[in-house]
C-alpha cells in the first residue's frame, strides 16, 4: 500500500498511461467503502466515457493484487469491498515497439 497520509473514510485510485490522460490526474481520493462492482460506474460518472474508452481494457489491482471487475451484482455476499486505506490502480494495456 501507498505510504501517502488517505483522508479519513477514503480510498486512493492511482491512475497509469491513457487513465492519466483521461482523467489529466495520477491519482484521486474516493469515499470508502465501495463494492468493486460499482468502482467503473463511480468513475464513468465522474469522468463521462471513461469505461467504454479506458476502463473496459485496464486491469485493476487493489493493494497490490490483480481483482477482477464483476458487471453489477446481485451476490453481495462474495462481493470484494473496497475499503479505507486501500490503494487501487488502474493499469491500461501497455504497447511494446
Same mark, same amino acid.
Given at each position: 500500500?501507498? #505510504?501517502? %497520509? @488517505? ?10 498511461? #491513457?487513465? !492519466?490522460?483521461? +482523467? ?11 463494492? &468493486? #462492482?460499482?468502482?467503473?460506474? +463511480? &468513475? ?10 479506458? &476502463?473496459?481494457?485496464?486491469?485493476? !489491482? /487493489? %493493494?497490490?493484487?490483480? @481483482?477482477?471487475?464483476?458487471?453489477? !451484482?446481485?451476490? %453481495?455476499?462474495?462481493? /470484494? ?14 504497447? #511494446?515497439?
Amino acid at each position: 500500500m501507498s #505510504s501517502m %497520509n @488517505v483522508p479519513e473514510g477514503s480510498f486512493t485510485v492511482l491512475y497509469f498511461a #491513457s487513465a !492519466t490522460s483521461y +482523467t489529466s490526474k495520477d491519482r484521486e481520493f474516493l469515499p470508502a467503502p465501495l463494492p &468493486l #462492482s460499482k468502482l467503473f460506474k +463511480t &468513475l464513468d460518472g465522474k469522468y463521462a466515457g471513461m469505461k467504454a474508452k479506458v &476502463l473496459e481494457s485496464c486491469l485493476i !489491482t /487493489i %493493494n497490490l493484487e490483480y @481483482v477482477d471487475v464483476p458487471e453489477d !451484482t446481485i451476490d %453481495n455476499e462474495n462481493e /470484494i469491498i473496497i475499503k479505507e486505506g486501500d490503494e487501487v490502480a488502474i493499469i491500461p494495456p501497455v504497447s #511494446s515497439g
